[in-house]
């Protein structure tokens, strides 16, 4: 029986994402997800070295609504930008 699963890899989190969580999740540059997903070969330190934090220069972060912190909600809204008062 074949089981689909996943995981969701985190590190320390970037200047950027610091004020918000003390953990983000360990997003892989396209050149990486080869030796990541095993077509590769790789030791461990170099898989432990792609287990470092996103550049936060290459991201951008806005306010959302408190919409995002409920399972219960699922739609492309939830990351409309909101005006903070």
């Known amino acids: 029986e074949r089981i689909r699963s996943f995981t969701i890899a ?15 999740p360990v997003v892989l540059q396209p050149d990486a997800w080869p030796i990541w997903l095993g077509e590769e070969p790789a030791d461990p330190k170099q898989l432990k ?19 995002v912190g409920s399972i219960k909600n699922n739609d492309p809204s939830l990351i409309d930008p909101i005006i903070l008062q």
């Open 10 to 24: 985190t590190t320390k989190p970037n200047a950027l994402c610091a004020d918000l969580h003390n953990r983000m």
């Open 49 to 67: 070295a792609l287990l470092a934090p996103y550049a936060g220069d290459d991201m951008i972060c806005w306010p959302v609504g408190a919409r």
